[in-house]
């Protein structure tokens, strides 16, 4: 039942994310649907590339070489020229447009993940920094009451000026803070709508889990992209090999057309067919080296896997060591929070006993807020990082 309810868990969670992509702007939108809907009719092209055109012409001629006048004669032709065997490279351009198609439709749903994921980390963003500015105020309510009570102590001559100095430059400092956030809230708004065209308020973000380390693995877009990346660097290792080989062609062509007079032989058709066949194998003095260096590029590109397989482990690593430091600092917080709560029921009980003043109270009470927000600022760090997870798989 624990496994049942933990797969449940994140398939919503994974519908949440996987809902989110209209969270785009409908421009964004179009523009990544032109993408995929462009390569899909080039790689369709590209597949049919090897399927010679068919020529037709037709051509009209006007002689005034004869003395009995202009001889008009026209020509009306349709021929091909087929390849039909390339040993095997017919095939091999078939699978090297199918390995382009999936590359190019890669590349760009990495580029969408990645607008999706910008816009959300910004919401993600925008609500840390709602939570930043209240603790900075409540920060900034404290450094006003440290004032008072240090221009208190001053007045008496319990203290030198410079602790008064001090508090009054911590105050100024989160006040600028304070102004810094407030800077950067409008900032990250504007780019918010930049990439959507949604309320950034309105919007209710996902609660994420930790993908497990086999699926980010098996579905890395990175990774399925470079899995495209050496089919097409394979197939065309093998186009170049087979262009080297024999072709056989055939040839075909109808054409119908005026007889010149010069021409009086009556077993001479104006409208007839022509057919054959043709072998042939180019010799080049660059072949083997132009085989050679193809099969470097494919070799390049399966290391290039190797190393992104790598990446990828250490990318989750990563993420799991950062989520263990964050929720040793949400313990630790919490740690805070429950002596902040002893500090101020304490210190409420002494100024019922007339021994601390109301503002003692104030400032402990603003203390143990601060380590509440803390907490919730520590747990959309958390988020963060298991959205740059969930950005990155299919």
Known sequence: MRKIALITGLSICLFAID???????????????????????????????????????YNKNYSEQYKTGRVDTG???????????????????????????????TSIEIQKRAMIGNAISILYNLKKLNLKRKKLILLVKNDKIDILQKQNSYDSGLIDSSFLDQAILKKNSDEIQLLEIDLNLQKLKND?????????????????????ES????????????????????????????????????QAR??????????????????????????????SINSLQDVESSKVSYMEAETRLMDKRKEIENEYRLVLKNLTILD?????????EKLYKSLYQTTKNLQQAGEKTELDSQLM???????????????IDKELQLLSLYIRIH
């Open 365 to 379: 009470s603003n203390s143990l807020k601060i380590k509440r927000y803390d907490q919730q600022i520590y747990k």
């Open 192 to 212: 918010f709508y930049l990439l959507s065209d949604k309320n950034p308020s309105s919007i209710k973000l996902p609660k994420l889990k930790l993908i497990k």
């Open 19 to 57: 809902d989110l992509p209209n969270i785009l702007s409908d421009n964004k939108s179009k523009i990544f649907n032109y993408q995929e809907q462009k390569n899909q009719i080039e790689s369709d092209k590209l597949k049919k590339s090897w399927i010679s055109p068919v020529v037709v012409s």
């Open 328 to 336: 040793k600092k949400i313990s630790l917080a919490k740690k805070d």
């Open 75 to 105: 020509s009306f032709s349709i021929g091909i020229d087929q390849p039909i065997f390339k040993t095997g490279g017919i095939y091999y351009a078939i699978k090297y447009a199918d390995a382009i198609r999936g590359l190019n439709s």
């Open 254 to 283: 109808y054409s119908d057309g005026d007889l010149s007079p010069m021409f009086t032989n009556p077993n001479l058709k104006e409208a007839y067919y022509s057919y054959g066949f043709t072998i042939s194998m180019p010799i």
């Open 215 to 250: 699926k980010y693995k098996g579905q890395n877009l990175e990774l399925v992209k470079e899995k495209f990346a050496v089919k097409e660097k394979s197939y065309t290792s093998k186009m170049i090999w087979t262009k080297y080989l024999p072709t056989i062609s055939v």
